[in-house]
């Protein structure tokens, strides 16, 4: 009866693919899951850019981005500046 009980716990691999699509090699899933993780990250870098761009119109200065990144300004303009055209 032990077999029994451990072979009805939960889904089996066959019955996990057929609700959940393929199953995946676990190189796969990390090439999937760093992919997302990825895209995620790119659309937060263009978030924090237009924030960036939007502080430096409104007058802040490189200090005061260095200081909201916890980074100098010359790290902050490193980061942000080259991609708003080198706006010093």
């Known amino acids: 009866m032990v077999c029994m009980a451990k072979a009805r716990k ?3 691999r066959a019955r996990q693919a057929s609700s959940q699509g393929p199953v995946q090699s676990p190189r796969e ?3 999937a899951e760093v992919a997302r993780y990825e895209l995620a990250r790119q659309g ?3 978030t924090l850019l237009l924030a960036v761009e939007v502080g430096r119109a409104q007058g802040c ?3 005061d981005v260095g200081e909201a990144f ?3 300004r010359q790290a902050a303009f490193q ?3 080259r ?3 080198g706006q010093a």
């Open 61 to 63: 200065s490189w200090t």
């Open 29 to 31: 899933a990390l090439v």
């Open 70 to 72: 916890n980074v100098t």
């Open 44 to 46: 937060l870098e263009r």
């Open 83 to 85: 991609k708003m055209g």
């Open 10 to 12: 939960g889904p089996t």
């Open 79 to 81: 980061r942000f500046g």
